[in-house]
């Protein structure tokens, strides 16, 4: 039997046995989603080229740990892997491009401090944390969508691709996690205004 034609499942059990070829049939078959999908949010190659290596580094050292939970699919684990790279790559860019005093420009010219004084800020956290909390009751598909679409940003047809699931039932089980979360609140009387 080929192994193009083994189920993602299988080919990562493979690879964790021993089989590095199981690997390389993964990378085919998902690479040009996951490349597309690391490009779409960088829009640099080169950018793109080290997000997608890197990707592929931490799937090899969590799969060689055995560290995989093969509680979800394999492909929308990797792109959350990615995202999470890329957010760490944006985070690092911005700390990175910090702005110097010239003749013709002031920093002072477009400094504004919007930040939330201490305070705000914890009850800010703590508002995050109920709803983070409150997340977790949901059903597991729910509870999925939800966090693609909100945390890691993913638009409908992302999370279609991802899933595996039409656009219209992805739209649907993020109604049904958006009905389910305002019972909870009601339910428990949770309040979550600052």
């Known amino acids: 039997m080929a192994t193009t034609n083994l189920p993602d499942s299988l080919l990562v059990h493979n690879y964790i046995s021993g089989d590095e070829s199981a690997l390389l049939d993964l990378i085919n078959r998902h690479q040009s989603k ?3 999908f690391i490009y779409s949010k ?13 990707t592929f580094l931490k799937v090899i050292r969590t799969l060689k740990s055995n560290l995989y939970n093969e509680e979800g699919k394999f492909l929308p684990w990797v792109m959350r892997i990615a995202h999470n790279l890329i957010m760490d790559e944006y985070r690092k860019v911005k700390k990175q491009s910090l702005l110097y005093d010239t003749e013709d420009f002031s920093i002072f010219s477009i400094l504004k401090d919007n930040s939330l004084n201490v305070e705000d800020k914890m009850i800010e956290e703590m508002i995050n944390q109920d709803v983070k ?12 969508i939800l966090m693609m679409r909100y945390y890691q940003k993913l638009n409908y047809n992302e999370i279609a691709e991802l899933t595996g699931l039409g656009i219209n039932t992805a739209i649907g089980k993020m109604r049904y996690a958006i009905i389910n979360l305002r019972k909870i609140i009601k339910k428990n009387k949770i309040s979550l205004v600052a």
């Open 34 to 36: 996951i490349y597309g």
């Open 42 to 54: 960088l829009d640099n190659r080169q950018f793109a080229d080290d997000i997608f290596q890197e």
């Open 133 to 144: 909390n409150i997340i977790l009751k949901l059903p597991e598909d729910q509870k999925e």
